[in-house]
């Protein structure tokens, strides 16, 4: 059944208007009062106290933003001053830490929230070069892949004791890695391989890789949290798939199509809880929720074009969209019985430095 929802605008256009805003401090340099310093003696971390919904990329800068405020009343801050930047980061709500890589070395670093501030250190013995970052669900288990290594390492531990699970080589050399999703157990990983048009989806299981299924085009694919389940997003067959005991013997089944309404999705997702699945569509402008349990499809018109759908601080909420100069970030809040779509603006340079 589709339903579709009006779209609500929410937004905050000063500082002094977000209830419990927290303060931001940022520490850099020698001598430096709130200075990060890693285990290893490194002292070229950031320092900052947590915002209220989690931290993303500014792209163009290379440097973290902070999300503060609540989702329906919140703001974007300024960038948070660093001597490196980024080339990618993932903020993970339920393990409250953002891993990160370091332009042009591609270092993986890990940004630990540690007595309500957020301190980066390197990710060791992890070695640079890194291609991509999946985290799980829960946060306390990650996969790194290495595109030049034609590897995947597997860490669980995150965020307090990182340790390196398992090395994966991939069966086939030179097969393009697609996707890549790891349970929070670290035990398992659902890798996709292959061409636009033709891909192998496998569940690795312990490090023994097994051939799920075949595919034409899986544009996202993710765990549930604490679970041996997964579900998975086919852009060509306009499906969402659900794979239930990854860890034993697993079944594959559609639970929503074009049948059901839905059109071109290009990112999955689930709530805390596993009870619920978001799904997204750039071309449609876009977001479904589908409750996994009655196959209920509820549709959502974004104002946005969708670039995939990020975890916030909640059960259910979502960045749809990534940080650019001075340009709105739109959210995903399904926390409510109702969701909703809500636009939380960026404070100026001015306001950020008041």
């Known amino acids: 059944m589709l339903v579709s929802n009006a779209v609500r605008f929410l937004a905050v256009v000063s500082l002094c208007c977000i209830p419990g805003l927290s303060q931001l401090t940022v520490g850099l340099g020698a001598g430096a009062p709130n200075k990060a310093r ?29 999300m503060r405020g609540l989702a329906g009343s919140g703001l974007v801050g300024p960038e948070l001053p660093s001597e490196t930047t980024l080339e990618m980061a993932v903020w993970s709500p339920a393990g409250q830490y953002v891993l990160g890589l370091a332009r042009e070395s591609r270092e993986p670093i890990l940004f630990r929230l540690v007595e309500g501030q957020l301190r980066g250190s390197s990710l060791v013995p992890a070695q640079p070069g890194v291609s991509s970052v999946h985290l799980s669900p829960g946060g306390r288990a990650v996969a790194l892949y290495y595109a030049g290594g034609e590897r995947i390492e597997i860490w669980t531990g995150l965020p307090d004791q990182p340790v390196r699970e398992t090395e994966l080589l991939l069966p086939t050399a030179g097969a393009p890695v697609r996707n890549v999703a790891v349970s929070d157990s670290g035990k398992l990983a659902l890798v996709v391989l292959g061409e636009d048009d033709r891909q192998s989806l496998f569940n690795v299981r312990e490090g023994e890789w097994r051939f799920l299924t075949a595919a034409e085009r899986i544009s996202s694919i993710v765990f549930l949290r604490n679970r041996p389940d997964a579900l998975f997003a086919d852009r060509a067959a306009n499906r969402i798939y659900q794979v239930q005991g990854l860890d034993s013997d697993p079944a594959l089944f559609a639970v929503a199509g074009a049948g059901e309404g839905l059109q071109d999705p290009s990112s999955v997702e689930a709530s805390a809880d596993g009870a619920t699945a978001f799904v997204a569509s750039a071309t449609t402008r876009s977001v479904w929720s589908l409750d996994l349990l009655t196959s209920r499809l509820t549709r959502l018109e974004c104002p946005c ?18 940080s650019a100069p001075d340009e709105p970030v739109w959210v995903l809040d399904a926390d409510d019985d109702e969701p909703r779509i809500v636009l939380v603006p960026v404070a100026s340079r001015t306001e950020g430095n008041q």
């Open 305 to 322: 074009v969708p670039t995939g759908l990020h975890r916030l601080e909640g059960s259910a909420v979502f960045r749809l969209t990534d």
């Open 38 to 66: 890693a285990a290893d003696g490194d002292d070229s971390g950031v320092v900052l106290s947590a915002p209220s919904l989690g931290y993303l990329l500014d792209g163009s800068s290379g440097l973290l933003r902070g």
